[in-house]
């Protein structure tokens, strides 16, 4: 028999987090994944709970999206109605446009679902569990759970009548399975058992002798419906089982449970039960239709495959099984520990070691130290959320206990699936990056078809929501408000991903082959969807004038309202500044590629002809950067999102350097705003901040957004942030609901504080809070394809290493620090710098 012994131990320089409890609810586990299954960790004293996901796991079909177009299309929706919105909101007619734009939104896209649970019980101990004076000694027995950040891996240890417990959780992507490790240092009784919330098809058992196995079908639904919509009688809808060897897509999943042991295994359709052990591995392997579908590998995606996707499912399982579990921690550290550790960052002195979550971190005291752990875990979170083959992460990355998550659990890209990727490239995680690179992809095949029938363009358009299956159509099932649902530029913003692909890599490949077809036709949307101003169809120069030039219209800023000169609150407007920052940006990025490539194509004669007519950014009266393009008084000044500010973060339009005005413009924006509210909308005002150099509100937006959250948890917050979230005690962010949005954020950030990673210059500490006088970042990326290494001391750097990672990196660059500017030549491999140009002898924190 293969070894079933595992001699792990954490390393002494590892970052790890320390819980003193087992979790009593799902938001004090820790999660676990390797981008196609997820797992919850609870740990306990007597045994311990897995719930689980699929990354690949949604409600839905492929052929949803254009269903629901066939019917918005029948339903008059279309180019000729989308005429008579414009007339409608040119003559001040906002109700009748917004009538109309009610035909134009679809059916709600779908939901991310739970698939399973294990639990594992460990009956010699269930004696001591009970109540009264011999529960009360079993709860104060030694328990202790730790997430490893750097490694990866839960470790549970729990002390039992003298005796000792230890049990070792890891999600290993090249075993395709989480592994669980139980090892006890008496013979024990052990059950396992496997559940679904979803509904059950059929169940599969075997045992032989030590070793077991257990496997369920599980049937997936057809349709779902978001938590807050109230008018569908069914919100989970399955097919007629009748209808099911008739469909071309069968939604259909499999958990199988593989257990391997140095006792006696038996099973049945209940469970697994093994006695007298010592050493127990248990493999879990999951996958679906939706995965074979998303590959795109010819899979038969009947309902005559289910057999043999359960039996693929098992086997996965059981091979790992099968395995010395000190064989597959050893693959499974050589994959993750390139990633976690492509790129770290400490601030302060304390990096290394194990904190407890709840003094430490949530209530320590030590900012430094919060920061550096938030970095980490965001990072963490990512390469446990998304790997090549699976879908991208979702708004709770791959972890949801609910059969309604809020929000479906699923893509919204008007922020926060922007936000899940802002780290992805600077700090070294540019492989994790490519499910959602390949999403975007699918939804420019899929948006084309809803951009010529809706909107009667040209190339490819995506709005609010999305799915794995592409969904581009509005949501909203004809009765969302305009203000979120009808908003046609989240393809462009997709497109940001693509291109900052290219410009960490420089992998020229990538930008011929990928990402420049994806560009082009999302310009080709622009150009065609940007109309004449018919006061100015001469071609007069619009600039800086909402009303002059080219418009785009209808014309939302996500998701906020103006005041109407009634005094109604409005949603629908023309030129919103996110609309045109994010076609200037992609119109300069199209050109730009084209260069690089050596590429003619007619679309960059348009594009040079409808720049110079693109409405400029400006200020409102009271010297805010405006949101609209016309100076409109907003409904909410504290409002959550701050669209217009894309222009600065990400997309890098408007900066201190180049921009002065209007960066003071940005600046005042963020202070009419405010602090708060929510996890994604304060990660997004800390990167705002620190575009614009100012560290110290970004260190306060951190503390508050890094607070314990202590009310009730299941109550869902108001949207409109008036209630302040926090963090919960496993760390997820939440508003609540949970959204992971702002984990992610904040990982890019923290960062954006202590290497500036926008276009032009390497940025050394360009808004570092004078708290966090004393740091370190190693293999911070930067576009270019350079990565920098950065010790700082007293506010100042100390040590800056630039390596080139290409060929077609530049020699050259130019390096800043706080106004003072020096040009470096690099070298070919590494180039220390010569710091004494910009840091003056003797000078200390500012």
């Known amino acids: 028999m293969t070894e079933l012994s595992l001699h792990e131990r954490p390393r002494a320089d590892a970052l790890r987090l320390g819980f003193t409890e087992p979790a009593a609810e799902w938001v004090e586990a820790a999660p676990v994944g390797n981008g196609r299954t997820g797992a919850m960790v609870f740990g306990g004293r007597s045994g311990t709970r897995l719930q689980l996901n699929d990354s690949s796991v949604w409600s839905g079909t492929p052929s949803a999206g254009s269903t629901a177009l066939d019917e918005l299309v029948a339903g008059g929706a279309g180019p000729e109605r989308l005429a008579e919105v414009r007339a409608a909101i040119d003559r001040g007619d906002y109700r009748e446009a917004e009538r109309l734009l009610y035909s134009f939104e679809g059916p709600w896209s779908q939901e991310f679902l739970p698939l399973g649970d294990l639990v594992v019980t460990e009956p010699t101990d269930a004696r001591a569990a009970g109540s009264g004076a011999a529960g009360a000694a079993h709860a104060a027995r030694p328990y202790a759970r730790e997430l490893d950040l750097d490694d990866a891996i839960v470790r549970e240890r729990a002390g039992v009548d003298g005796s000792r417990t230890t049990r070792t959780v890891w999600a290993s992507a090249p075993a395709a399975c989480v592994l669980v490790h139980l090892a006890y240092d008496e013979p024990s009784d052990v059950v396992l058992e496997l559940s679904t919330p979803l509904r059950l098809e059929r169940t599969i058992a075997g045992a032989d002798s030590g070793s077991a196995s257990l496997a369920l079908g599980v049937r997936l639904p057809i349709d779902g419906a978001p938590l807050h919509e109230e008018l569908v009688a069914e919100p989970l809808v399955y097919r007629d089982e009748r209808h099911a060897g008739a469909a071309a897509y069968d939604p259909y999943a499999a958990i199988a449970v593989a257990v391997r042991s140095d006792g006696v295994a038996t099973a049945d359709g209940t469970g697994i039960r093994l006695t007298g052990v010592r050493r127990a591995l248990v493999a879990i ?200 649902a009808i908003w046609m530029m989240g393809g462009l913003w997709l497109t940001d991903h693509l291109w900052q692909h290219w410009r960490y890599s420089l992998d020229e490949r990538f930008l011929r082959e990928r990402a420049w077809p994806v560009l082009v036709g999302a310009a080709e949307f622009a150009l065609d969807w940007l109309v004449e101003d018919a006061r100015t169809a001469d071609g007069a120069d619009g600039a800086g004038d909402g009303n002059r030039g080219l418009r785009t219209m ?18 629908l407007a023309q030129s919103s500044t996110m609309d045109i920052a994010l076609i200037r940006a992609l119109f300069g990025r199209v050109t730009e590629a084209a260069g690089v490539l050596g590429l003619e194509h007619p679309v960059l004669a348009e594009i040079a002809a409808a720049l110079p007519r693109l409405v400029g950014f400006a200020a409102t009266a009271d010297g805010r950067l405006r949101e609209w393009g016309a100076d409109l008084v907003e409904v909410d000044p504290d409002h959550r999102h701050m669209s217009q500010m894309i222009a600065v973060y990400p997309l890098g339009l408007i900066d201190p350097a180049t921009t002065p005005e209007l960066a003071e413009a940005a600046l005042a924006t963020l202070d009419r705003r405010g602090p708060g509210a929510m996890g994604w909308s304060w990660a997004w005002k800390i990167a705002l901040r620190a575009r614009l150099g100012d560290g110290e509100t970004a260190r306060e937006l951190l503390r508050e957004a890094s607070a314990p959250f202590e009310r009730d948890h299941q109550r869902l917050a108001p949207v409109d942030g008036s209630e302040w979230g926090g963090l919960l005690p496993n760390l997820f962010s939440t508003h609540p609901p949970v959204q992971l949005d702002g984990n992610f954020g904040f990982a890019a950030a923290v960062r954006e504080l202590v290497l500036g990673t926008a276009e032009g210059a390497v940025q050394l500490l360009p808004a570092l809070p004078e708290a966090w006088a004393d740091g370190e970042l190693l293999g911070g990326r930067l576009p270019g394809a350079l990565t920098v290494d950065l010790r700082w001391a007293h506010g100042q750097p100390v040590e800056v290493v630039v390596r080139r990672l290409a060929e077609a990196s530049p020699r050259v660059v130019d390096v800043e620090l706080r106004g003072r500017r020096m040009r470096v030549p690099l070298e070919s491999h590494a180039t220390v710098l010569d710091l004494s140009a910009l840091v003056p002898t003797g000078a200390g924190v500012r």
């Open 285 to 484: 392997a999951t996958d679906s239709t939706g995965r074979r579908w998303w590959q795109g590998d010819g899979s038969d995606l009947t309902a005559a495959a289910r057999p043999a996707l359960i039996a693929d499912t098992l086997r996965l399982a059981e091979r790992a099984a099968a395995t010395a579990p000190a064989e597959l921690l050893a693959e499974h550290l050589d994959d993750v520990r390139p990633l976690l550790g492509a790129s770290t960052l400490r601030i302060g002195a304390r990096r290394a070691g194990l904190f407890d979550v709840g003094r430490d971190v949530l209530r320590g005291g030590d900012d430094a130290l919060t920061a550096t752990v938030l970095t980490q875990f965001g990072r963490y979170l990512l390469v446990a959320a998304s790997r090549p083959g699976s879908p991208p992460a979702n708004l709770q990355g791959i972890w949801n206990d609910q059969l309604r998550p809020p929000w479906s659990s699923n893509y919204t890209i008007n922020i926060n699936t922007e936000m899940n990727y802002w780290a992805a490239e600077s700090s070294g995680l540019g492989v994790c990056h490519r499910p959602l690179l390949d999403l975007v992809e699918r939804l420019s095949v899929t948006g084309a078809e809803t951009a010529r029938r809706l909107y009667g363009t040209r190339g490819w358009v995506a709005h609010h929501n999305t799915d794995p299956w592409g969904y581009s159509l509005p949501v909203g099932a004809g009765h969302g408000n305009p203000s979120w």
């Open 554 to 571: 209808p014309s939302t800023s996500p998701e906020n309202l103006f005041r109407g000169p009634d005094g109604h609150a409005e949603s």
